[in-house]
């Protein structure tokens, strides 16, 4: 018995079925690409990975609409892999890594750069400028049997057709296996969790009416549009 009405539980589509992903929580990894690291000034040296969130009912499935959101007047577009998880653990070794991914996906990890910048110049949690309403639109996910790879293969965005960003998973810093390994050396991962594992370089601003599409080569492709201001 709950005070009032519990809310709704948390999901993403899953290809080929009409069963869904229930989500528990949104990992996401700061800057691991090279490329992307050096477009947001700073050092691409293999530091330690860090990791912010985003809440569970911020993903919504692909194709969809998003309204602008509140707050911003620079709206950015981050295209990532998407991990799902599939069986908890803590302090998984790099080997074990994949025994407890369900799937992969693609998304998108959108930011509201303005605060983003403000958080960090104050020296303040990223959490207004990337923990949003709709900040995470994914592509349904794509069973780990059916993935031919989380290591290799291209990823890309475009707005309105015109490619922004371009790269191969081969140029993360912090490969799955490591990322997830390390993550779990913070925190007991549990099924449901989902990890968003960083974006390569070319992001940029969208406004409302832009058309964004993008994917990961062989996991699956995303198309989402920019509405009218909530």
Not at 140 to 147: F, N, R
Not at 164 to 174: E, H
Request: hydrophobic share 45%.
């Amino acid at each position: 018995m709950y005070v009032i009405d519990p809310p709704k539980q948390a999901s993403l589509a899953v290809q080929g079925s009409e069963a869904r992903f229930p989500i528990r929580r949104i990992f996401c990894v700061g800057r691991n690409y090279e490329a992307h690291a050096r477009e947001m000034g700073k050092d691409p040296t293999r530091e330690a990975p860090f990791f912010f969130t985003k809440p569970a009912d911020a993903a919504l499935d692909t194709p969809c609409t998003i309204p602008y959101p509140l707050l911003t007047e620079n709206l950015h577009y981050e295209i990532e892999l998407i991990i799902a998880i599939g069986k908890g653990g803590v302090r998984i070794a790099e080997a074990d890594v994949m025994d407890h991914v369900w799937g992969a996906s693609v998304g998108l990890d959108m930011t509201r750069r303005d605060l983003q910048t403000e958080a960090k110049d104050m020296g303040r949690p990223w959490d207004w400028g990337k923990a949003f309403d709709d900040s995470a639109p994914i592509a349904p996910i794509k069973p780990l049997a059916d993935v031919p790879s989380v290591e290799t293969g291209r990823i890309w965005l475009a707005v309105n057709g015109k490619v922004q960003q371009d790269a191969d998973l081969s140029d993360l810093i912090w490969s799955v296996r490591e990322h997830v390994s390390i993550l779990s050396h913070a925190m007991v991962l549990a099924p449901g969790d989902v990890i968003m594992t960083g974006t390569p370089a070319g992001v940029g601003a969208v406004v409302t009416g832009d058309v964004i599409t993008g994917g990961v080569e062989g996991i699956g492709e995303l198309e989402v549009t920019i509405g009218a201001r909530a």
